[in-house]
């Protein structure tokens, strides 16, 4: 029986993209079933007053340019910076935790 991973992610993360679109084929070669978990790293972020790049144009800057170097390195497509925050009303965040609920979610190898 092939072992889960729990991958904990927020739809509106940076780096969410590079993991979620590298998950499925990393699992299958490794014959792990990924159970994707979503979570609010944005509200832990904005509780411990740790926001990154609102009010840090040159880390942003940086942020953006190493998510198109990742992209480029693994093959996945980058079609540039996205409005910033991503899904500020976290409907992505919603719909994942409900579809989570419903059971999807699990990509078996």
Do not use: C, H
């Not at 990924?34 to 944005?42: A, D, E």
């Amino acid at each position: 029986m092939p072992g889960t991973l729990d991958v904990f992610y927020f739809p509106g993360s940076t780096y969410t993209y590079l993991s979620a679109l590298r998950g499925a084929a990393l699992a299958e070669q490794s014959g792990l079933i990924l159970r994707w978990r979503p979570f609010n790293v944005r509200a832990i972020m904005v509780e411990m007053d740790n926001i990154p790049f609102a009010k840090k144009p040159a880390k942003a800057a940086y942020m953006w340019r190493a998510i198109e170097r990742r992209a480029k390195r693994y093959g996945l497509p980058w079609a540039g910076q996205p409005p910033y925050p991503v899904d500020p009303e976290l409907k992505a965040l919603r719909m994942a935790t409900v579809a989570t609920l419903e059971g999807y979610g699990l990509n078996s190898p």
